[in-house]
């Protein structure tokens, strides 16, 4: 069975930061890209960090460019999401995805995912 777990989502000040974790389980972690995706009450959901397991290739929205980091621990099967200087507009539901292949920049411009976690929610006050 595939999953996807997200954690790590919460409440924060403007300015601060928080590190997500989607732990996947069921394929072959190596051969999909995983991205994070986020969407706000009244908006679509939005790519915001992708990356190919194998090849370590990263995309980022403009929108979180030199503030959010993604990585993978293989070993762990597991993407993290560390988000720095957050603000109130990346208040959202948080959802991680998993893609067969490494076409990192179409899924995540394109809101594309073989599998889909539950998701976590984050909250930025100002």
């Known amino acids: 069975e595939v999953q996807l777990v997200e954690?790590?989502?919460?409440?924060?000040?403007?300015?601060?930061?928080?590190?997500?974790?989607c732990v996947a389980s069921g394929f072959t972690f190596d051969a999909y890209a995983i991205g994070w995706?986020?969407?706000?009450?009244?908006?679509?959901?939005?790519?915001?960090?992708?990356?190919?397991?194998?090849?370590?290739?990263?995309?980022?929205?403009?929108?979180?460019?030199?503030?959010?980091?993604?990585?993978?621990d293989n070993a762990k099967n597991t993407v993290y999401l560390q988000m720095n200087s957050l603000k109130p507009d990346d208040?959202?539901?948080?959802?991680?995805?998993?893609?067969?292949?490494?076409?990192?920049?179409?899924?995540?411009?394109e809101v594309i995912g073989d599998y889909w976690g539950q998701g976590t929610q984050v909250t930025v006050s100002s």
């Open 37 to 72: 995706f986020r969407q706000a009450p009244g908006k679509e959901r939005e790519g915001v960090s992708c990356i190919s397991i194998y090849e370590g290739d990263t995309y980022y929205a403009d929108s979180v460019k030199g503030r959010f980091t993604i990585s993978s």
């Open 7 to 21: 954690s790590g989502g919460g409440l924060v000040q403007a300015g601060g930061s928080l590190r997500l974790s």
């Open 91 to 109: 208040t959202a539901d948080y959802y991680c995805a998993a893609l067969n292949g490494f076409i990192v920049q179409a899924m995540c411009v």
